[in-house]
């Protein structure tokens, strides 16, 4: 089984309010990531978790907040987003390690849309 | 900073036909996919190449990796209009405790029937 799952898959969402996306995978990675992917370009790395420990932050501005609460679940918090945040969120799981073990698998995506 | 280089960004080509994609950087990578993404959807793994000079068959689809791990080519055998789709190749290298991937810019296929 190499699924990764998301939800919700279509938000729609205001400038002012508060809204969480949700990713599960059962596949025993312990390294999990948020990709955010606009229209035409490819998905763009935004937080890893190796660990439930928060590994890398490219840099993503504060109004996302993610949240590892167990090895299985990865969440991201959105709050006070911009209209151009609105895009395709895509998380991915992996094993940890070199080679072939670091290969990501990714769920369906959520469509986020921001008024 | 790495770079995964990806062409031709765009092919349309007839049923039947033949194509190779590339993907091309100056850095060496732990391991290679490729994936392939319908619009609105997550990419879908194809296949991981991990070793240089590796070769990898799915049906009508070749994958290479280069001999020095820098670069992969996909070459699809007679292609069908079910090929068509957008294909992303991306490099895989370990940073801090987790694995990181570089996209290639994709390469848009319209197989024509």
């Known amino acids: 089984d190499t699924e990764v799952t998301q939800t919700p898959k279509h938000l729609v969402m205001g400038m002012t309010n508060k809204k969480s996306l949700k990713c599960e995978q059962h596949m025993g990675h312990r390294a999990m990531y948020w990709y955010k992917q606009k229209a035409k370009k490819p998905p763009e790395l935004m937080f890893v978790y190796s660990y439930e420990k928060l590994s890398i932050n490219e840099s993503v501005p504060s109004r996302f907040s993610p949240e590892c609460p167990n090895s299985s679940l990865l969440n991201l918090h959105l709050h006070a987003l911009q209209p151009e945040d609105s895009a395709l969120y895509l998380c991915a799981s992996s094993h940890r390690g070199q080679g072939g073990r670091n290969t990501q698998y990714f769920g369906p995506g959520t469509r986020l849309t921001v008024l | 900073t790495q770079l995964l280089e990806q062409s031709p960004q765009f092919l349309s080509i007839q049923e039947g036909e033949n194509l190779t994609v590339y993907c091309n950087s100056s850095s060496v990578f732990s391991s290679l996919q490729w994936y392939r993404q319908e619009p609105g959807e997550g990419p879908v793994l194809l296949v991981t190449?991990?070793?240089?000079?590796e070769v990898k068959k799915l049906k009508r689809l070749t994958f290479q990796f280069g001999d020095a791990r820098k670069d992969s080519s996909l070459h699809i055998t007679a292609a069908q209009p079910g090929d068509t789709g957008l294909y992303l190749c991306a490099g895989a290298w370990q940073e801090s405790s987790a694995s990181k991937i570089i996209f290639g810019s994709g390469t848009r296929l319209s197989i024509r029937p």
């Open positions: 190449v991990v070793t240089g000079g």
